[in-house]
């Protein structure tokens, strides 16, 4: 679920527009191809058509873009993200990421940095930083600001790779009026993203008549995404697999009982029990088992849970060299759900008893004399 979050905040919203050829090079993040509205008349223009839209709740505009600072005898590279601080707030909540000094405000030269990047710049808030970047027209220049603010993330692309400045400094500054590399739209719920697709297809159809952009929906071309797709179906047919091979444990454990007990259940049936009453008497055992074992589960599972979703699963170490160009906080917290376990233990009861028909079924065929038999 974090991954997910991460994912829609940082990168892909709930449905992305995206300049078609910008999105081949996007990784080298060319300036070439930006989004500068309809028939290009401004993004600004583009955003409030698209907030007009039924289901759109809002949409958010950045302009991201390569730089460099110099620093001693190297280069110290970074991504510039040129934000609407108001909006990024509201989405991001990138606020309360900021442990020391504040966010940015628009029409100020001054920037908020990774506290990893700030580190390797050798630099604190309210001192200044240079800043060298490629213009949209290709030429190569820099700029100063104030450094008003310090990010402490738990996303490693955040804490050392990325800098904020306002978005209308950064449109200065890359001579780009009006213009962004993506808009990102947003809605009440991300699984229902899609459902607004046809209204924003008829919306470009009408405004639109370069057909230059791409409405990217967010579990749709993102190959992480669809990789962490095809992995949660494998755990789902993994958790299927543990389900009937716990379902064959107890069917042994209960044949091994009825083995035990066949010399009983001959005496309860000459004594006038009925097939059916045997039936019944295996089943509730059974399901008295499972009652008491899918408690404990869900117990112990909870509280391990709950510890686990205060306190979160470090991954720092076994992530250490990965690019944070990936998506992955080096912190996990799974999620707790009250729902969940109350959901767990009803299937852990409902697995057992059913499972428990099998050997109670050859409880009740036994036949008295046979049964007595046994020793």
Aim: proline share 3%; charged share 20%; aromatic share 8%.
């Amino acid at each position: 679920e974090s991954m997910y979050s991460t994912h829609i905040n940082y990168k892909a919203g709930h449905i992305r527009v995206i300049g078609e050829e910008h999105k081949l090079k996007e990784r080298l993040l060319s300036l070439y191809y930006p989004v500068d509205g309809f028939n290009g008349e401004g993004a600004a223009q583009m955003a409030e058509k698209l907030k007009e839209v039924k289901g759109v709740e809002q949409v958010i505009p950045r302009l991201k873009f390569g730089a460099v600072v110099s620093q001693e005898d190297d280069l110290v590279r970074m991504m510039g993200w040129g934000v609407n601080p108001a909006e990024e707030i509201e989405f991001t909540k990138i606020d309360k990421n900021i442990t020391e000094g504040r966010m940015v405000q628009l029409g100020n030269r001054e920037v908020v940095i990774g506290a990893g990047l700030m580190k390797e710049l050798k630099r604190e808030v309210g001192g200044k930083v240079t800043i060298l970047y490629t213009t949209s027209f290709g030429s190569f220049k820099g700029s100063t600001f104030e450094i008003v603010g310090k990010a402490q993330s738990p996303l490693p692309m955040i804490n050392d790779s990325i800098f904020y400045l306002p978005l209308d400094q950064a449109q200065r500054i890359l001579e780009m009026p009006d213009e962004v590399t993506e808009l990102l739209i947003i809605t009440a719920d991300h699984n229902k993203a899609s459902l607004i697709l046809p209204a924003l297809n008829e919306l470009f159809d009408k405004e639109d008549k370069t057909g230059k952009y791409s409405l990217q929906v967010w579990n749709k071309g993102y190959e992480l995404i669809e990789l962490y797709e095809i992995a949660l179906t494998m755990y789902n047919f993994i958790y299927v697999f543990i389900i009937i091979l716990a379902s064959f444990v107890l069917i042994n454990t209960l044949i091994m009982i009825v083995n035990e007990r066949t010399r009983e259940i001959g005496m309860m049936t000459a004594l006038g029990l009925k097939s059916r009453e045997i039936l019944y008497l295996f089943t509730i055992e059974g399901a008295i088992i499972g009652i008491l074992g899918s408690a404990v589960g869900a117990v112990l599972g909870g509280i391990l849970t709950k510890i686990s979703s205060i306190v979160g699963i470090d991954y720092s170490a076994a992530m250490e060299g990965m690019s944070t160009d990936l998506m992955f906080e080096s912190i996990f917290y799974p999620v707790y759900s009250l729902g969940n376990i109350i959901f767990c233990f009803i299937l852990g009861v409902l697995v057992v008893t059913i499972a428990c028909i099998i050997p109670a079924r050859m409880a009740a065929r036994l036949e008295p004399s046979e049964a007595l038999r046994q020793i």
